[in-house]
């Protein structure tokens, strides 16, 4: 995980959570598995896990690095991570850092760090394969 690994080498303490409840996540979507509605399903269920995670810990406010990609819907992600926020009694720090997406890009390739080319969900992943012309898919034999 990059975040890990990344985290170790700057020497930065962090607390994060790389599960994912696939079962769950499917179950949530299984009669409607298209955006914007699988990524609502997705943000509530990381948000409300990481307002949990930081209530826990006695933290008095969380984040997400969704806020990094271009790809996001930001105001979703805002409106989640507030109303999760009141719910577990935390608050949640909203910042934009598209600014910085393509600096970030840079900076994680000369460092080594992994970075995927879909969000995360499974439904992503199948997306990015079907939107792809035949010339630029790579077959390994």
């Known amino acids: 995980m ?35 509605y699988r990524c609502f399903e997705c943000y509530t269920m990381r948000l409300n896990r990481a307002a949990q995670r930081a209530a826990e810990n006695g933290f008095k406010e969380f984040t997400t690095t969704l806020t990094v990609s271009i790809y996001q819907d930001h105001n979703l992600i805002r409106d989640i991570g507030e109303e999760v926020a009141k719910k577990h009694r935390v608050s949640f720090v909203y910042f934009d850092f598209r600014d910085g997406y393509r600096q970030g890009h840079n900076k994680a390739r000369e460092m080594g760090l992994y970075m995927q080319q879909y969000c995360g969900c499974v439904y992503s992943e199948r997306d990015r394969f079907i939107d792809m012309k035949p010339e630029k898919i790579v077959r390994k034999y």
């Open 2 to 36: 990059s975040l890990k690994k990344y985290s170790e080498m700057v020497g930065l303490k962090i607390i994060y959570d790389d599960s994912y409840d696939l079962e769950e996540f499917l179950k949530r979507i299984a009669d409607n598995p298209v955006e914007p």
